[in-house]
């Protein structure tokens, strides 16, 4: 039994309000991808990505995480299993030191203090912030509240990582940085992005979702040139993918 | 001083909150220690008579003393304290206008109960400030909470201890940001009841939401309403001597009067 995979069968999941969310979505994610779950403001990617940590309760279908469902039950092994990563890290990070922070989930494991203190070390180090861990978490600069909020989730040692919109908020520079690091990971990744061109670089495979559905799940090559999808998704090719505005050459 | 300034001054939590992970001893010691000491002293301190002044004086040793153990910077800890005498005055503040009766006189100026209570007042405000500010910088409010816990108090309310502190802050933040940007759009007029009662309101659901992200971003890595300071939890004999010290301390301050004797030691040898 692999805990790598994640699995959608019929997931539906309809607001309190009667939005309808997410509609019969169906998908699996086997051990190692890396899958980007792209789609316009309100397509139902946030809604998804709480599915996937148990957060939200499907109103029909199910979620599995390996060969488990999620239920009140199976929570607390899911969410060491899967490791979720906030858009904003303001949300994440609420310790008085980025080392605490970083320490919260090894806590609440009930790990000895030993092995918390070599999880940190070992997840700070990963993302190339130890130098910071006696920091308040709010002098940090966004890049290194990012690498943070990254190393809490590292230090559960998930098996699968979900990321909200990881490059939001971040210069060129730390954008750029960030991309090379989660290439570098070698865990089951599932981000949700406006970023296509990390997209590109990141996930060899996409899954576009539109009003809650899934349009198109394959390889991100080929989602990027098929401009008919990408315009009825309200969405456009990646700059890497579009012609050059200055001299108007293609890409290559 | 802008708005946003006067706010960001007055929950400056984030800093109290780092001051407990300093490593003096008394930051090592069982946070249940700092708890009941604390305890001891504002029952101790609290439950002096309505016209006491002069024996509640000496128990400014304890929040003092702290200060000065644990190195804890005085000014920032002073302005926290502060903040509760304007309230504690508007309590105590009708006590003078009912309470006219003269209890002593100072050159020939009459003092009523009513003034003397007023400074009763104030003073177990700054004295019981002084205590809950100092246990926060040397113990940090989670710790707290857990050594609330274990010392008995059901887990669901210190759990809702826990977050109320937590999301005190997120508030603070909030009000921040929401009184930067009206600053920036012309903020100098006096705001209007009505518009007042929109960004209260606007500020509660803000606080609301990011509070509940927050409390997922817990869940997520793993906050099932357990605490976990990393600090080994173990009352020994320093814990026991630290308690049994200031508790000592407090008792004695309360059942004698020590200002009495120091006084009447002072003007003894002065004869």
């Known amino acids: ?252 | 001083m802008s708005a946003t300034a006067a706010i960001t001054g007055l929950l400056d939590f984030r800093r109290l909150d780092l001051l407990a992970t300093g490593n003096s001893a008394l930051h090592r010691l069982d946070p249940r220690a700092h708890v009941t000491v604390t305890l001891v002293f504002v029952v101790c301190a609290m439950s002096f008579g309505r016209y006491t002044v002069a024996p509640l004086l000496p128990f400014f040793v304890f929040p003092i003393a702290v200060v000065a153990m644990a190195g804890l910077p005085v000014a920032f800890l002073a302005r926290k304290v502060a903040i509760v005498l304007p309230i504690a005055l508007l309590i105590g503040l009708p006590n003078p206008l009912f309470d006219r009766e003269s209890l002593l006189s100072l050159g020939g100026i009459e003092i009523t109960g009513g003034w003397i209570s007023l400074l009763s007042i104030a003073l177990r405000a700054l004295l019981a400030a002084a205590a809950a500010i100092v246990l926060v910088a040397v113990t940090g409010f989670p710790a707290i909470c857990g050594a609330l816990e274990r010392m008995g108090m059901p887990r669901p309310l210190a759990v809702q201890l826990l977050f109320l502190y937590r999301y005190l802050a997120v508030l603070g933040e909030e009000a921040v940001r929401m009184t930067a940007a009206r600053e920036q759009r012309g903020g100098d007029r006096p705001l209007s009841i009505r518009l007042y009662g929109t960004l209260v309101g606007r500020l509660l659901l803000r606080t609301w939401d990011r509070a509940e992200r927050i409390y997922l971003a817990m869940c997520a890595r793993g906050f099932t309403g357990d605490f976990r300071s990393g600090r080994a939890a173990r009352f020994g004999v320093p814990e026991v001597g630290y308690v049994a010290g200031w508790c000592l301390f407090f008792l004695l301050l309360r059942t004698s009067d020590v200002t009495h004797w120091l006084g009447a030691a002072v003007l003894g040898a002065v004869q």
């Not at chain 1, 998908?27 to 139902?44: Q, Y």
């Not at chain 1, 949300?91 to 203190?117: C, K, S, W």
């Not at chain 1, 699968?160 to 990744?189: C, N, W």
Request: one cysteine or more.
């Open chain 1, 1 to 252: 039994m692999s805990h790598h995979l994640v699995e959608a069968r019929g997931l539906t999941h309809v607001y309190e309000d009667g939005t309808i969310a997410l509609k019969e979505v169906t998908f699996r994610i086997t051990h190692g991808e890396s899958v980007a779950i792209i789609g316009a403001n309100g397509a139902g990617k946030s809604t998804l990505l709480m599915h996937l940590n148990g957060h939200l309760t499907p109103t029909r279908g199910e979620v599995r995480i390996g060969e488990t469902p999620i239920t009140k039950q199976t929570l607390p092994a899911i969410r060491r299993t899967v490791g979720l990563v906030f858009q904003d890290p303001d949300d994440q990070l609420f310790m008085p030191t980025v080392y605490d922070d970083v320490a919260f989930g090894p806590r609440n494991q009930g790990l000895p203090e030993a092995e918390v203190g070599r999880r940190v070390y070992e997840a700070l180090e990963r993302v190339g912030v130890w130098q910071v861990r006696a920091k308040p978490p709010y002098r940090l600069s966004g890049g290194e509240k990012k690498r943070v909020a990254i190393a809490g989730v590292l230090a559960m040692v998930p098996d699968i990582l979900v990321m909200d919109e990881p490059t939001s908020g971040l210069d060129p520079h730390a954008r750029r940085q960030l991309i090379g690091l989660l290439g570098e990971f070698r865990h089951t990744r599932i981000f949700t992005s406006h970023d296509l061109d990390m997209v590109l670089d990141v996930c060899p495979r996409t899954i576009v979702l539109f009003e809650g559905t899934v349009m198109a799940d394959g390889p991100t090559g080929d989602i990027f040139a098929d401009d008919a999808l990408l315009s009825k998704c309200r969405l456009e090719r990646p700059l890497a993918m579009q012609g050059c505005p200055v001299c108007g050459r293609g890409p290559d």
